[in-house]
């Protein structure tokens, strides 16, 4: 996908994230519908193009829409080929905490829902749109291997 692409992504998502999602606007709430269909849609496309872009092998992209009072959460979770673990990638809106959207750490495995020390990525990076920087903070997940100990 192109660069231009996923920051068309960003900024879209960066518009939706930037108010309530949890709420409905009077809509009747039968499933995801309004502007947290969107947010869901344009993440799992966002987080796709992410994994191809990273060069993942054996990546998964999930959507979670959650309740009513959520926003719901896209998730990426996959591997590198060199037997350098994986990442962890989840985009939401945290109730408690508007600014950081996108949480990321590294994994070891691709059921590894644990993984290593969480890091955010701001609401403001995905306002400017910084998708080379994003692919690099990412990438650099790939080299934290020693700095947790785990066995070759």
């Excluded at 990273?54 to 999930?62: E, H, I, N, P």
């Excluded at 508007?98 to 290593?116: A, C, F, H």
Aim: hydrophobic letters at 35%.
């Amino acid at each position: 996908m192109s660069v231009q692409s996923q920051e068309k992504n960003m900024r879209k998502l960066a518009e939706l994230l930037s108010h309530d999602l949890g709420y409905i606007w009077g809509e009747r709430e039968s499933g995801p519908n309004g502007d947290k269909k969107t947010f869901l849609k344009t993440g799992k496309t966002f987080l796709w193009n992410l994994s191809k872009d990273l060069k993942l092998c054996d990546a998964k992209v999930s959507v979670n829409p959650g309740g009513i009072a959520v926003s719901g959460e896209c998730s990426l979770i996959g591997l590198w080929n060199d037997g350098n673990g994986g990442i962890y990638v989840q985009l939401s809106q945290s109730s408690f905490d508007r600014e950081n959207v996108l949480l990321y750490r590294k994994v070891q495995s691709i059921s590894d829902y644990t993984g290593g020390q969480n890091n955010f990525v701001t609401l403001n990076v995905f306002q400017r749109a910084y998708y080379p920087w994003l692919l690099d903070t990412l990438s650099a997940v790939r080299k934290e291997r020693a700095r947790y100990g785990w066995a070759a």
